[in-house]
C-alpha cells in the first residue's frame, strides 16, 4: 500500500527566497512519484516526476525536487520564489504502472510574500 | 487542443436526484480517472479505466457508477445525490499507468 504525507498545510516564504515544500512517501514497492500544482480555480498541472532515471528531478518553472530512498522523501525546491509561483502544491505516489491509481497527499498552500 | 474536457462546470442538486458527469479527451488516452477533491484532503480516486469498457473501484466508490462506452469519454454517475458528495470532481488521463496524468478544469458540485 502507499501513502503520502505533506508537512505544512500551509508555508509562506518572501519573494526572492527559497522554496521548500515537503513531502514523504510510503510504498511497498518502487514508488513513481509526482508534484502538481493547482491554481484557484483550475485543475492540476504537472511540475514533475519521478521515474527512476534519476535522483534529482528537474521540472518547469524552475522547480525540482530529489528522491531520497532512505529517508522515503521527495521533497519540493525552487531557489527564488516568484509571486506567480502562489498555489497548491501537490504530491502524490503511485506503485502500479498497470493501474496508474494516485495516492494524493493533502496539499500545501504556498503564499509568497512581496 | 482541448485536452481533458469536463461537463458540466458547475451544478447544484437536491438530495436524492441523480446527475452524471461527463469527460472527454481528444489525446488518444488508453487510462481514465475520477477523483474528488475536499479541504485538508487531497484528491481521492473515486474510480478508474484502464480501457474502453473496462472500469474499477477506487479508494471512495459508494454512491458513484462509471462507465467508459467509448474510448475518449468516461462518464461518472450519482444515482441519489446526498450533500457528503458535495465536492469538486476531477477527471483525469494518461497514456498508461506509469505516465503524467492530464486534469481536467474541475466540476463544482453542490447537494442541498
Known amino acids: 500500500a502507499q501513502s503520502v504525507t505533506q508537512l505544512g498545510s500551509h508555508v509562506s516564504v518572501s519573494e526572492g527566497a527559497l522554496v521548500l515544500l515537503r513531502c514523504n512517501y510510503s510504498?511497498?514497492?518502487?514508488?513513481?512519484l509526482f508534484w502538481y500544482v493547482q491554481y484557484p480555480n483550475q485543475g492540476l498541472q504537472l511540475l514533475l516526476k519521478?521515474?527512476?532515471?534519476?535522483?534529482l528531478v528537474k521540472g518547469i518553472n524552475g522547480f525540482e525536487a530529489e528522491f531520497k530512498k532512505s529517508e522515503t522523501s521527495f521533497h519540493l525546491t525552487k531557489p527564488s520564489a516568484h509571486m506567480s509561483d502562489a498555489a497548491e502544491y501537490f504530491c502524490a505516489v503511485t506503485g502500479s504502472s498497470n493501474t496508474g491509481k494516485l495516492i494524493f497527499g493533502q496539499g500545501t498552500t504556498l503564499q509568497v510574500k512581496p | 487542443n482541448a485536452g481533458v474536457t469536463q461537463t458540466p462546470k458547475f451544478r447544484v442538486l437536491k438530495t436524492g436526484q441523480s446527475m452524471t458527469l461527463l469527460c472527454a479527451q481528444d489525446?488518444?488516452?488508453?487510462?481514465m480517472y475520477w477523483y474528488r477533491q475536499d479541504p485538508g484532503m487531497g484528491l481521492r480516486l473515486i474510480h478508474y479505466s484502464v480501457g474502453e469498457g473496462t472500469t474499477a473501484k477506487g479508494e471512495v466508490p459508494d454512491g458513484y457508477n462509471v462507465s467508459r462506452l467509448k474510448k475518449q469519454n468516461f462518464l461518472l454517475g450519482l444515482e441519489s445525490a446526498a450533500p457528503s458528495q458535495t465536492s469538486v470532481y476531477f477527471c483525469?488521463?494518461?497514456?498508461?499507468?506509469?505516465?503524467?496524468?492530464?486534469f481536467g478544469d474541475g466540476t463544482r458540485l453542490s447537494i442541498l
Open positions: 483525469a488521463s494518461s497514456y498508461f499507468g506509469d505516465q503524467p496524468q492530464h
Open positions: 489525446m488518444n488516452h488508453e487510462y
Open positions: 510504498s511497498s514497492v518502487p514508488p513513481y
Open positions: 519521478y521515474t527512476s532515471a534519476a535522483t
